[in-house]
């Protein structure tokens, strides 16, 4: 039989046409179409990399502040609460107050103290005065004691001399009432030089008393200035702007100093961002981020790149890596960035350090 006359009775094709496949126009067809697809993935991977190289984005990112931890500095009992959990505060507001008993009871004691010190400088001022008074009168009386005692040895001088040349013209008497007078005008002078010498060393002693007593007088003014420091310490106020949060304390608990009451979360926040080192070429401060926070994922937030550390995250770790020992396996780096947000106090959403963030720097 013929192999047209076997087609036209619906016989089986030969065997080689079993192997060829497909009709060669659907395969075109296959080949055009796979061509065109290939073309739009390489067009679109194309453009996909012309668009994402100018950017750099990491989700090992973080809502960042620097939170403010409040505690005591003195013990007492805690008298009012005036903060509550989550409560906006502002820089200078009382939140705590302690039973400033204690505190009163030292600052007054104190000042009666530095009270005592200055009354007894005023003493000692006086003192001095009086020793200084004292010492002049002697320097006087020594002047004195030395003119007669002077005068006296001169009286004796010529009396002797005159008793040499004429013997009958000076008794013995006269002469040795003469001697007396000289030898006692000068023990005088010099028992007057004696106590000028301790008048001045009065003087001495009076000054040293008015330096001792300044030295108490300080001593006492810095006893008082601490005991009116512990007195401030009883009202706990807020040293800036934010939010309370961590609040352990309560009316009546009995407090030590270094005891954390509470904390507060400045409104001042920021996204620290950490990128991979190899993403770093680019990166300048100023850049301009696209935020995206996982609170709220239909919401872009915006900022811009403030800073970038210059240090990856594991050389400010508690146990820095020591690659030098052991098997060393090389591990991409992470540099933290510091990362502004525009306008992060706006009241309608709650943004917290710890949030997770994803970043994405307009590198180009």
């Not at 500095?73 to 039973?99: P, S, T």
């Not at 020793?131 to 001169?154: E, K, M």
């Not at 510091?338 to 943004?351: G, M, Q, S």
Request: with cysteine.
């Amino acid at each position: 039989m013929a192999p047209d006359d076997a087609d036209r009775n619906g016989s089986k094709p030969a065997s080689g046409e079993q192997k060829s496949g497909m009709d060669p126009r659907r395969r075109r067809r296959f080949i055009i179409i796979a061509a065109i697809v290939v073309v739009i993935i390489a067009i679109g991977a194309c453009v996909w990399w012309l668009i994402a190289r100018n950017y750099e984005d990491t989700d090992d990112a973080y809502i960042d502040a620097r939170i403010v931890h409040l505690s005591t500095q003195i013990e007492g009992r805690v008298l009012q609460v005036y903060a509550n959990d989550n409560m906006r505060v502002r820089k200078g507001q009382l939140l705590v107050e302690i039973d400033p008993a204690d505190a009163t009871a030292r600052y007054d004691q104190a000042r009666a103290q530095e009270a005592q010190a200055q009354a007894q400088l005023a003493q000692a001022e006086a003192q001095i005065g009086v020793s200084r008074a004292s010492y002049q009168q002697a320097l006087a009386n020594v002047t004195g004691a030395a003119a007669q005692a002077t005068n006296a040895s001169l009286d004796f001088a010529r009396y002797r001399t005159l008793k040499v040349r004429m013997p009958s013209a000076v008794a013995g008497e006269q002469l040795d009432q003469a001697h007396a007078t000289a030898v006692n005008t000068a023990a005088q002078h010099n028992a007057a030089q004696k106590q000028a010498t301790g008048a001045a060393a009065q003087v001495k002693a009076a000054e040293t008393q008015v330096q001792s007593a300044q030295a108490q007088v300080k001593t006492a003014e810095a006893q008082l200035e601490q005991a009116q420091i512990n007195l401030g310490y009883t009202h706990i106020v807020a040293p800036e702007d934010g939010t309370i949060a961590q609040l352990t304390v309560a009316v009546g608990n009995y407090v030590s100093p270094g005891t954390q009451m509470l904390a507060i979360v400045p409104f001042n926040i920021w996204v620290t961002a950490n990128f991979k080192e190899n993403q770093l070429d680019l990166m300048r401060p100023g850049q301009k981020v696209d935020i995206e926070i996982d609170a709220y994922p239909d919401v872009d937030f915006y900022g811009h790149v403030d800073s970038i550390q210059r240090g990856a995250g594991q050389a400010f770790a508690l146990l820095p890596a020591e690659n030098a020992t052991g098997n060393f396996v090389k591990v991409v780096q992470r540099v933290p960035v510091k990362i502004i947000i525009d306008r992060p106090n706006d009241r309608h959403y709650v943004l917290g350090p710890g949030m997770s963030v994803v970043p994405t720097v307009h590198v180009r």
